[in-house]
């Protein structure tokens, strides 16, 4: 059975960094895609951050581009968002969630999802 | 990017009820349209892929159609679990993937 558990939320300063994790269960890191999707509170979605299957390619939505980084421990089959810069507007509930395929070119549909860890930015 | 556009935003309805919900994009997306139920206080869950196709244990009441820009989400028979939010995703423009606003699906 696959699980994702996040973990690593909490209460960020406006310009700090908080650093999230997913633990995987029950599938690979290597055979598929990885993304994280952020939900405001009483907001919809929103698709924040990729890596493929390989590793190699990562992808980020615009108003994270520059101060988030996705990557992965294989060893661990674990994986990260490390969120640097942040500001009030990341405020959200941050979901992993496994992706069907391992390519970026087939990625895009997200079939597991952990239960999100909570990110609140404020001073 | 790709807007996603879901209407209604909420509807009303009793168990037993055809439900319908519908996704427009705003330019051509072919088939790449997913859609995903969240229930209130849980994760979303995948419930159609690539316009049609129904995820693994998803109850065959659900169905999806559409291409092009504009998608549909049948519920046949609205059952109590069934109330929720849904969502449309498209997942055409790698990596800009985006989501409609939700339709929430209350009891009436």
């Known amino acids: 059975e696959v699980q994702l558990l996040e973990s690593g939320g909490g209460l960020g300063q406006p310009g700090g960094s908080l650093r999230l994790s997913c633990a995987a269960t029950?599938?690979?890191?290597?055979?598929?895609?990885m993304s994280w999707v952020r939900q405001a509170p009483g907001k919809g979605l929103e698709w924040v951050s990729f890596i493929s299957g390989t590793g190699g390619i990562t992808y980020y939505a615009g108003p994270v581009k520059g101060r988030f980084t996705i990557s992965r421990d294989t060893s661990k089959n674990t994986l990260y968002l490390q969120m640097n810069s942040l500001r009030a507007g990341d405020t959200a509930l941050y979901y992993c969630?496994?992706?069907?395929?391992?390519?970026?070119?087939?990625?895009?549909?997200?079939?597991?999802w952990g239960q999100g860890t909570l990110v609140v930015v404020s001073s | 990017d790709i807007q996603m556009t879901q209407s209604p935003s909420s509807l009303s309805a009793s168990v037993g009820d055809r439900v319908t919900i519908t996704c427009r994009a705003s330019?051509?997306?072919?088939?790449?349209l997913n859609w995903y139920q969240q229930r209130p206080g849980r994760a979303p869950s995948l419930l159609i892929h690539?316009?049609?196709s129904l995820q693994s244990g998803v109850p065959s009441r659900f169905s999806g159609s559409g291409s092009g820009t504009d998608f549909t989400l049948t519920i046949s028979s609205l059952q109590p679990e069934d109330f929720a939010t849904y969502y449309c995703q498209q997942s055409y423009s790698t990596p800009a993937w985006t989501f409609g606003q939700g339709t929430k699906v209350e009891i009436k």
């Open positions: 969630a496994k992706d069907r395929f391992s390519s970026a070119a087939a990625a895009g549909s997200f079939d597991s």
């Open positions: 029950g599938f690979t890191l290597n055979n598929f895609a």
């Open positions: 690539g316009t049609f």
């Open positions: 330019q051509n997306i072919g088939t790449s």
